[in-house]
């Protein structure tokens, strides 16, 4: 078997394609449950800045092949429209990406923490649905270690912006600190959670918490000492606001260029920023064009991602060698998958004739004490552990495929 894995991410797609093959957290398990179907066991990493699909088959080219019919089924979209945009990775080349992506240093910006989080629910989503055990299970644990030591052991996530604060940053260019401000946060996921919680911490006076149903953000509500309105009349609450993040599951756009004209009518011109976090977006961007206010997307937060990515150069080159050595450790972890069982079943197999021989020359001799034949069963099972150790510690210690299978056909253990 070979691991696989076939995604896009901001560094290959635009927003708008990014869009067309992203899942939510209510989304996930179904596509997993599609991903079963054509490819067995694997694992979905989505965040708003990527897609990306792990799984385990036995070539290269069919583990592809699978993926892309479950990109073709659960996103509705022809693969060759989107072909352009995705990477494929097997083997260590995967193993490295997603210890990389684990670490922080494939993101928008470098070291952020979020995405430990999002690789630990990823995997946690795929083990609840069953669809992740044996070497996957390992292969994401190992993710999760590797992840939590670059944390640990480096600087990397130190003073490092989220998108939560980057988008906030962003707002700060239109309207001014957040000290002061009247927030409304729209939609109660862990985006919107974060997002409050840096506006909160940054002085925002006021903040309410718009969603289709009130009842289900009064937890959000209560940790941020919050209000909370329906998504009723939207123009009235972002007329009321300084400052708007959005970040919603929702398919379609929820604030239409019209409802924010309504919105700026009712403003006398007073500016509006609005951060868009979501994937798909939530705003339309037609409403760019309205005057007064400012629109951003997670698109925008790149500018101060690479600013932020140069005063971190020093520590991601602590956390690639981190990447290495794990990926090393997996190698390694991986190999001994083949040569374990091996050695157990050669063992095994010689046990068996061992114990049969034994049994068939002690029925035949009369007379023999228990004393006698104890001990001339051990002799024979110590000569039959000094014949093997040799060829075992051999196979131990090349940890090689090709010498395992010769093994395997040398003591006939092929089928």
Not at 158 to 180: F, H, K, M, Q, T
Not at 259 to 277: S, V
Not at 353 to 380: H, K, N, P, W, Y
Request: some cysteine.
């Amino acid at each position: 078997m070979r691991i696989v894995m076939t995604g896009l991410s901001h560094h290959t797609a635009p927003l708008a394609t990014r869009e067309r093959l992203s899942l939510t957290s209510e989304t996930l398990p179904v596509a997993l449950e599609t991903l079963q179907r054509h490819a067995g066991h694997g694992v979905i990493v989505a965040t708003c800045n990527r897609t990306e699909i792990y799984t385990l088959a036995p070539s290269f080219k069919g583990g592809k092949h699978a993926i892309e019919r479950f990109i073709e089924e659960q996103f509705d979209v022809d693969v060759e429209s989107v072909r352009d945009h995705l990477y494929t990775l097997e083997q260590g080349n995967a193993v490295a990406h997603l210890f990389r992506v684990a670490s922080g240093l494939d993101s928008q910006i470098l070291g952020e923490s979020e995405v430990l989080g999002q690789v630990r629910d990823a995997f946690s989503a795929a083990r609840q649905g069953g669809a992740s055990g044996g070497a996957m299970a390992h292969l994401f644990h190992s993710a999760l270690r590797t992840g939590k030591r670059a944390r640990t052991e480096t600087a990397i996530g130190r003073n490092a912006l989220s998108l939560s604060r980057a988008c906030i940053e962003l707002a700060r260019r239109a309207v001014g600190s957040p000290d002061g401000k009247r927030v409304l946060v729209i939609g109660v996921g862990e985006a919107s959670r974060l997002a409050g919680l840096a506006l909160r911490d940054s002085g925002a006076a006021s903040i309410v918490i718009a969603n289709r149903t009130p009842a289900n953000a009064a937890e959000l509500a209560q940790e941020l000492d919050a209000g909370v309105a329906p998504l009723d009349n939207l123009a009235s609450l972002l007329a009321q606001a300084d400052l708007a993040v959005t970040a919603t599951a929702a398919p379609d756009f929820i604030l239409s260029a019209s409802l924010i004209e309504e919105a700026m009518r009712a403003r006398n011109g007073k500016p509006l920023a609005i951060m868009d976090m979501a994937v798909p977006r939530d705003v339309d961007p037609a409403a760019g064009a309205v005057p007064g206010i400012h629109v951003y997307t997670l698109d925008d937060v790149e500018s101060l991602a690479e600013a932020n990515r140069q005063q971190r150069e020093s520590e991601a080159r602590h956390v690639e060698a981190i990447v290495a050595e794990e990926t090393e450790r997996f190698r390694q972890w991986w190999k001994g998958r083949a040569v374990t069982p091996t050695i157990a079943a050669i063992r095994h197999e010689a046990e068996q004739l061992r114990a049969a021989e034994f049994a068939r020359t002690v029925e035949r001799m009369e007379g023999l004490s228990v004393e006698d034949a104890r001990r001339i069963e051990q002799m024979t099972k110590a000569l039959v552990k000094k014949l093997l150790h040799q060829p075992t510690a051999h196979l131990r210690e090349r940890n090689d495929e090709s010498v395992t299978q010769s093994a395997r056909r040398l003591f006939g253990l092929e089928e």
